[in-house]
């Protein structure tokens, strides 16, 4: 059975990693290090003078977001004072450009500062979403990823989001204007003659390569990572457990999955938290998954997913469950390949804070877990699952 399974999982991954090296859209390339940016629903425009960009493993993203949005964040400059100042009408958060330093008013300094290029100024996003109360995300899109910036009044979640701008053809233009605006024109390429074929030996480095190392992803004191997936079925559950291999999640099941006992037995058993995808929204559908659980481990069911808040919110409260919410939400992107797993670990390590971070389907993230693990391990996070009383996110 258990040589069986292995070689199942090693069929899987194959499949995967060839599927990964599929080019993402007919006729489109998808271009490195850039990035859709948003504002709660507005997506903005891409310019390769505000493109977000990563330095020393913190992400920096343009004063743009903070000018004609509604992120309720203004942004002001002094040429002379050689300040940039981001504030509200409470609070603000002001960054010396020569001395490198971000302090408030108070005098309080905070670790981080911003970075001029090309007489615009870039901000750290996770210490400006932390210090206003904002929240930020990272998501695969069939393109280039989306980097989305949200305050209280935002009102749809990523995929939403993502769903209303791709059917409304929003980012297929956005990305066609910006891959026209970088492309070189006809006039501007001159011709050179061809170059004899150099032989390069597996591994050797082309001539004016760099070797491009990713940034070093280090938790800070006590951060935690509280992991959650969804369990679609008892034998790719089974296949995560072994992967997981003792670290401790929060499982997704919606009330079908939540009929079997032994499932929900050995979750418990193992330490894991389990919760009940909402399809229904009604006290029938909370108190039916409760009994199932309470019969089957005599635990108490108290985590939930919705997706639509609606008047949900009233409903759990009254019921004593808790909504659980991602900081990082990975379920457009299956860990296929170590670039995808890097590229979300990159993302995980600009939380600096306890943060949630949803894998989506257990058999879509079977391959990448493990490298997973090992990294935030390496990087002294905690990994551990939701529990009740952890309400934070990002």
């Not at 996770?126 to 930020?136: E, H, Q």
């Not at 393109?143 to 409304?168: H, M, Q």
């Not at 079908?256 to 938290?273: I, K, P, Q, V, W």
Request: one cysteine or more; hydrophobic letters at 40%.
């Amino acid at each position: 059975m258990r040589k069986s399974w292995k070689i199942r999982l090693c069929a899987l991954a194959l499949a995967l990693l060839l599927t990964g090296t599929l080019a993402p859209a007919t006729g489109q390339a998808v271009l490195s290090d850039v990035y859709f940016t948003a504002v709660n629903e507005q997506l903005l425009d891409m310019n390769s003078d505000t493109m977000p960009f990563w330095s020393g493993g913190v992400l920096y993203v343009a004063s743009r977001l903070f000018e004609g949005t509604d992120l309720g964040v203004n942004y002001v400059r002094n040429n002379a004072m050689g300040l940039a100042m981001l504030y509200t009408n409470r609070i603000d958060l002001r960054f010396n450009l020569e001395g490198q330093i971000a302090y408030d008013k108070q005098g309080n300094i905070y670790s981080g500062h911003a970075i001029e290029r090309n007489g615009i100024v870039f901000f750290p996003l996770d210490l400006v979403c932390r210090y206003f109360g904002l929240t930020w995300s990272y998501t695969p899109t069939d393109t280039v990823p989306l980097i989305r910036v949200k305050s209280s009044s935002g009102i749809l979640d990523d995929t939403s989001f993502i769903d209303a701008a791709s059917a409304s053809g929003q980012m297929a233009n956005r990305y066609a204007e910006y891959e026209k605006s970088v492309s070189p024109t006809p006039e501007s390429a001159a011709p050179t003659p061809p170059s004899p074929p150099v032989q390069q030996q597996p591994g050797q480095q082309q001539p004016g390569e760099q070797e491009v190392v990713p940034p070093a992803v280090q938790a800070e004191e006590g951060q935690k990572v509280f992991l959650m997936i969804d369990s679609t079925s008892v034998e790719a559950t089974l296949e995560i457990l072994e992967i997981l291999d003792g670290v401790q999640a929060a499982f997704v099941l919606d009330l079908e999955m939540m009929e079997n006992g032994d499932l929900l037995r050995g979750l418990t058993a193992a330490g894991h938290s389990i919760a009940l995808r909402m399809t229904e929204g009604t006290a029938e559908e909370l108190e039916q998954a409760r009994e199932l659980l309470w019969r089957a481990s005599c635990s108490r069911l108290e985590l939930v997913w919705c997706e639509d808040r609606g008047d949900v919110d009233a409903l759990l409260e009254e019921l004593g469950f808790v909504r659980m919410e991602a900081a990082i939400d990975w379920r457009n992107s299956a860990m296929r390949t170590a670039e995808q797993e890097n590229r979300l670990l990159q993302s995980i390590g600009q939380h600096r804070t306890d943060l949630s971070v949803y894998l989506g389907r257990d058999s879509g993230c079977a391959v990448g877990l493990r490298m997973l693990l090992e990294d935030l391990q390496e990087g002294q996070f905690h990994i551990s699952a939701w529990r009740l009383g952890w309400q934070t996110w990002g």
